[in-house]
């Protein structure tokens, strides 16, 4: 059974928490091509990702993410503190994240799968290699995994 059946139909819920402009355009652009029906929020620094997630100011009604895919290096707050928090929050931490970032820092790589990322992707430079690794995150996360379901 693929992830998408798991959803009845509905839409997959995805956000993505990343600072960069050409970065979320490519991730938009290359999501917009999937086969699965999603729906893509941004947030664009840590602050707004937790508002996000836990519903606050603006982002009352919210759809709770499916999967979350996480830059490290954000501004206000960074995406190993946004990764701590998550995964020690009940109601947050079944939510697969996906790390997706520049760092192929062995220690970013080591502490984000001890603060328990799902997977850790280093985003290549180039843009066709950038928008393989979209499409294979989408691929892999929404095609072949079976998501939890939703609270």
């Known amino acids: 059974m693929s992830g998408y059946h798991s959803f009845s139909g ?3 819920e995805i956000l993505l ?3 960069n402009p050409g ?3 490519l991730t938009i652009e290359a999501f917009k091509d999937a086969k699965v029906r999603n729906n893509l929020m941004v ?5 707004e ?3 996000i997630l836990y519903k606050k100011g603006k982002y009352t009604d919210a759809p709770r993410p ?3 895919l996480l830059d490290l290096n954000l501004p206000l707050k960074d995406g190993r503190e946004i ?3 998550i995964k ?3 109601t947050l931490k079944l939510i697969p994240v996906v790390v997706l970032t520049t760092s192929n820092a062995d220690e970013d790589i080591f502490r984000s799968y001890e603060l328990n990322a799902n997977c850790y992707i280093t985003k290549p430079v180039d843009l066709d290699q950038f928008l393989k690794v979209v499409k294979s995150i989408e691929s892999f996360w929404l095609e072949v995994v079976v998501l939890p379901p939703s609270r």
Request: net charge negative; aromatic share 0%.
């Open 49 to 51: 990702a937790m508002a």
């Open 23 to 25: 970065d979320v355009r």
């Open 43 to 47: 947030a664009s620094d840590g602050l």
């Open 66 to 68: 499916d999967l979350i």
């Open 83 to 85: 990764l701590t928090e």
């Open 17 to 19: 928490i990343e600072d």
């Open 88 to 90: 020690a929050d009940d």
């Open 10 to 12: 509905r839409p997959i």
